[in-house]
């Protein structure tokens, strides 16, 4: 059991071998990189390093709680979890978590390749990708037979983005801090008017992204894209990429921009941007919303539960989660519910404004 800065390169090689060989996309969230952020941010952090004649054959990032809690590293903002095992290598799960010291390891983003986990989950969620893995304009080309109305209308507004406002400017790897924090205060204020927790008023969250925006690894890199209009930020996004996928995760705009749909325009040039440099899946993540279903081309599973293990622990999970989660899940399969409940929630943000 080590905290993730206490990984030696060796485990850390042998980490990213056996990533390598998961049939699952090299999601950076699953990296080595991701937990030595986290870790730095979240002092629970913990790696549980399995070993097999030898040689390390597996690795569980996990944090726990005050009392033995276990939860995926990362939990709330990490969209992909699970463990990272040598192909074959199925340990028992309670088992682990008693080695673990962890009466319990519950999990939202669950990939669906985690046999170990899987059989736990209580809920099974879509995640909305984009493939651009035989470049853009063969994607662009499943648009315009899937959704030509969305492509074309999109187009324009950038065009006339262009037109109204100034020349309009891509970056895809965008370098300046500045850009960063206007993201996360688009992000802040998103989040309080549409009712929502604002994520980037908890200080690790906000920490996390600052020290991911500067990791350059191969396969876990923060990439801040910016779409620029007349010399302007008015669309950004933060995520994570390894060679071959996209995590998005934090996208924004500024709503004095709002006809232009310049959120959408910028993941069209992300996408364009993605296949340019090998990249051939975009993760928009979970969670169903009208643009990922516009720009998406296919879905991944996730999954959200916990395995516990017999004891208080298990109670103390149960009561922590379980009536909220089944709460949200009772709202969110009823859409003329959902619909309600996101009109009560921008209102009562309405009021709380100054």
Request: charged share 25%; with cysteine.
């Amino acid at each position: 059991m080590l905290r993730p800065q206490e990984l030696d390169e060796g485990e850390r090689e042998r980490w990213r071998e056996l990533r390598a060989k998961s049939p699952a996309p090299r999601n950076p969230f699953m990296e080595p990189e991701f937990a030595d952020a986290v870790g730095l941010v979240r002092p629970r952090a913990r790696v549980a390093v399995l070993h097999e004649g030898g040689e390390a054959a597996g690795f569980l990032p996990h944090e726990r709680g005050p009392l033995g809690q276990g939860r995926a590293i990362g939990l709330g903002v990490s969209d992909c979890q699970g463990a990272v095992l040598r192909p074959g290598l199925r340990p028992d799960t309670r088992e682990l978590l008693r080695a673990c010291s962890l009466s319990s390891f519950a999990f939202d983003n669950l990939e669906a390749e985690q046999e170990l986990f899987v059989p736990y989950a209580v809920a099974e969620h879509p995640a909305y990708v984009i493939d651009v893995e035989k470049g853009y304009e063969a994607y662009e080309s499943v648009l315009r037979i899937r959704s030509p109305k969305f492509l074309k209308t999109t187009l324009a507004k950038e065009r006339r983005l262009g037109r109204q406002v100034g020349e309009v400017r891509f970056v895809f790897d965008e370098r300046d801090p500045a850009a960063l924090r206007t993201l996360m205060a688009w992000k802040s204020a998103q989040y309080r008017r549409t009712g929502r927790r604002d994520r980037f008023a908890q200080e690790w969250i906000t920490r996390l992204v600052g020290r991911l925006a500067v990791t350059r690894a191969p396969e876990c890199s923060g990439t801040l894209s910016v779409l620029y209009a007349g010399g302007r930020p008015v669309a950004a996004h933060f995520g994570l990429r390894s060679a071959s996928v996209l995590a998005c995760w934090f996208p924004a705009y500024d709503p004095h921009f709002a006809k232009y749909s310049p959120g959408l325009v910028l993941h069209l040039r992300m996408a364009e941007a993605a296949a340019a440099e090998g990249i051939g899946l975009l993760d928009m993540g979970r969670g169903r919303a009208e643009y990922k279903e516009s720009l998406g081309t296919g879905e991944l599973p996730v999954y959200e539960g916990a395995v516990t293990r017999p004891g208080a622990g298990a109670a103390l999970h149960w009561l922590g989660r379980e009536p909220a989660r089944r709460a949200h899940a009772f709202v969110r399969n009823r859409p003329r519910l959902a619909s309600l409940a996101a009109r009560t929630l921008e209102g009562a943000a309405r009021l709380r404004r100054p």
